[in-house]
């Protein structure tokens, strides 16, 4: 089993910033990959981001590159998004995910979930 744990949304300024965070813990094999989803009003869970947990690979969907980060604390079994210069669009629940393997890693097809973390983007 593994537990995940987020934190960090809230109420942010277009243009702002804001880091969330997703704390592990469990079975560490069930949480080779770890991911960002979101959902937005009305609309389907969609895919953020994802990190290889011993590789630190990355993958990014097209809306956030370059804005977002995704990185993880190996010490503290955190994974962190970073999310920078935040657009009214990105206003969505947050969701942090882990699966235990490599495959499909961008479809909301993992094994773990966390309850979910508001973002809210308005002036």
Request: hydrophobic fraction near 35%; aromatic fraction near 12%; include cysteine.
């Amino acid at each position: 089993q593994v537990q995940l744990v987020e934190s960090g949304g809230g109420l942010v300024q277009p243009g702002g910033s804001l880091r969330l965070s997703c704390a592990a813990s469990g079975r560490s094999s069930s949480r080779y990959a770890m991911g960002w989803f979101r959902q937005a009003p009305g609309k389907e869970r969609e895919f953020v981001a994802v990190i290889i947990w011993l590789a630190s690979r990355t993958i990014y969907t097209d809306s956030v590159k370059g804005r977002f980060t995704i990185s993880i604390d190996n010490a503290k079994n955190t994974v962190y998004l970073q999310m920078n210069s935040v657009k009214p669009e990105d206003t969505a629940v947050y969701y942090c995910a882990a699966k235990g393997d490599y495959s499909r890693l961008t479809l909301d097809e993992y094994d773990y979930w966390g309850q979910g973390t508001q973002v809210t983007v308005s002036s």
